[in-house]
């Protein structure tokens, strides 16, 4: 029978004590004497494990970046991953802007910048949130790389570890990693077709504070979710504003979805109904690309004044030249006329993946119709888990994200994530096929052994009296 030996791990001094010396010899004769009787003697894979933050423990691989290996190959039809779809670019146009950043501007656009971001991406911004009603004024922008560092800055000024964060359910797995990271509890709080439910809102808060801990903001995506698709209504919003309002409740607006509507016209921003309660959150990467990483966070003032200290702290300077480059597309191309190229593309991908799944799917099964964005929510008939259905979905060729990447507290196995931003119509219909193949196979192994045990609600409504949150 095979014996295996006590771990250890090198020293991290490179000029050893007398103790660090003893416990090296001390190794060593272990090891020689493992060597010597055939054991096995194993090390440790990280030799650092005992010197990280405890936050560092807090840190996890998304569940969506893991799936992009095996969804890049050929063979598979991947409806997981959230790229927007840039092949309709004019690159002729984007290459003569570029050379001329270089020619005319190149020993300013290569440089350090302003910690803020430059005055001229700033005034741009401005007339880009204009579209959804927001007036705002460019000292109160910080110029973030990605909107996702936006993120990463306001939870590093407003959380401590311990702090509660109430979050839409299902909610961004990005937004989940950061909050992870610094060490927030997150709290859900249910949707319905309207989005965020404003009772189960005010006793999530209510709860939290009732157990003595702090809520400091709520998340949310207000138009086109991530992963759900779902829009918060006119109606919604304000009655999400008003909950906050009463229970002095920060709101941070993560909006890269907001001019990629497919049915009407952009909805208000929360920011442009209040301006002083709501943090907003915006991108390039969905309007234009997300290879140049320009995102923005406005703020009221006192507020962009913390994120800027945290944004000098972190990069000194978000990237010049892509600020330049942002810049000069916006001015020298018809970039409302692209967002609605953007948007037409994105809408025959969106109707070819509702047709296909009102064709293809199995009885039991339902699904969201988003507006716009990137996304379908699917709910899989009962007894049927995403989670241990992914290995079977690779299988048969078809990538798709499980529920549970967009939960804090483990729920959403009931629950698949279809992106259809950037396959074609003709592999979206494959893929949903392929999905519907595999999905029936689970089915005939659940009437074969039996439902599945215990399981979970299988409404987005997972509003909970204030006595269950905890």
């Given amino acids: 029978m095979r014996q295996y030996g006590r771990v250890t791990h090198e020293p991290m001094n490179p000029v050893p004590t007398t103790a660090d010396a003893q416990g090296g010899t001390a190794a060593a004769a272990a090891a020689a004497v493992a060597r010597a009787t055939g054991q096995r003697f194993d090390t440790r894979l990280d030799r650092y494990v005992d ?6 423990g807090s840190l996890t691989a998304s569940a969506v970046r893991s799936l992009f290996s095996v969804a890049a190959r050929p063979e598979i039809v991947s409806l997981a991953g959230g790229m927007p779809n840039i092949v309709d670019l004019p690159l002729d146009v984007i290459a003569d802007a570029m050379n001329k950043v270089v020619m005319h501007h190149g020993p300013m ?46 939870t590093k000024i407003f959380c401590d570890p311990g702090d509660v964060i109430i979050a839409e359910a299902p909610s961004y797995v990005g937004a989940l990693g950061t909050f992870n990271s610094y060490q927030t509890e997150v709290v859900h709080v249910g949707m319905d077709e309207h989005g965020l439910l404003p009772d189960a809102l005010r006793a999530a808060v209510s709860a939290v504070r009732a157990a003595g801990k702090r809520a400091k903001f709520l998340y949310t995506i207000p138009n086109f979710n991530n992963p759900s698709g779902i829009t918060q209504s006119l109606q919604r919003r304000r009655e999400v504003l008003q909950v906050c309002t009463e229970l002095d409740l920060l709101i941070v607006e993560d909006n890269p979805y907001g001019l990629l ?19 907003y959150l915006g991108s390039f990467s969905k309007t234009f690309a997300p290879g140049f990483r320009i995102g923005w966070v406005l703020a009221p003032h006192a507020v962009r004044e913390k994120l800027l200290l945290a944004q000098e702290s972190a990069v000194l300077s978000p990237p010049v030249f892509s600020q330049y480059a942002v810049a000069a597309y916006l001015d020298q191309h018809d970039w409302k006329q692209q967002i609605v190229a953007f948007r037409d593309m994105y809408r025959l991908r969106r109707d070819a993946m509702l047709d296909a799944l009102e064709e293809y799917m199995p009885e039991g099964a339902s699904w969201t119709h988003p507006a716009g964005g990137f996304f379908v929510w699917l709910t899989l008939p009962d007894g049927l888990d995403s989670q241990s259905m992914l290995p079977r979905g690779i299988s048969g060729r078809v990538a798709f994200v499980p529920g549970t990447a967009f939960y804090a507290d483990g729920l959403g196995s009931s629950h698949i994530r279809l992106s259809y931003c950037y396959p074609t119509p003709e592999n979206i219909r494959e893929g949903v096929r392929r999905l519907a193949v595999v999905m029936s196979q689970e089915l005939e192994l659940r009437d074969t052994f039996g439902l599945r045990q215990g399981g979970e609600r299988r409404s987005l409504d997972r509003g909970a009296p204030a006595s269950d949150v905890f």
Avoid at 51 to 56: I, L
Avoid at 127 to 138: K, Q, R, S
Avoid at 261 to 276: F, K, N, Q, V, Y
């Fill in 51 to 56: 010197h990280y933050a405890e936050r560092a």
């Fill in 109 to 154: 656009a290569m440089q350090y910048g302003s910690g803020q971001g430059e005055p001229f991406m700033r005034e741009k911004i401005t007339e880009v949130m204009a579209l959804e009603g927001i007036t705002a004024h460019p000292d109160d922008i910080v110029v973030t790389v990605g909107s996702q560092q936006g993120l990463d800055l306001v």
């Fill in 261 to 279: 509507t497919i049915d009407g016209e952009p909805m208000p921003a929360l920011r442009s109904m209040d301006a002083d309660r709501v943090i």
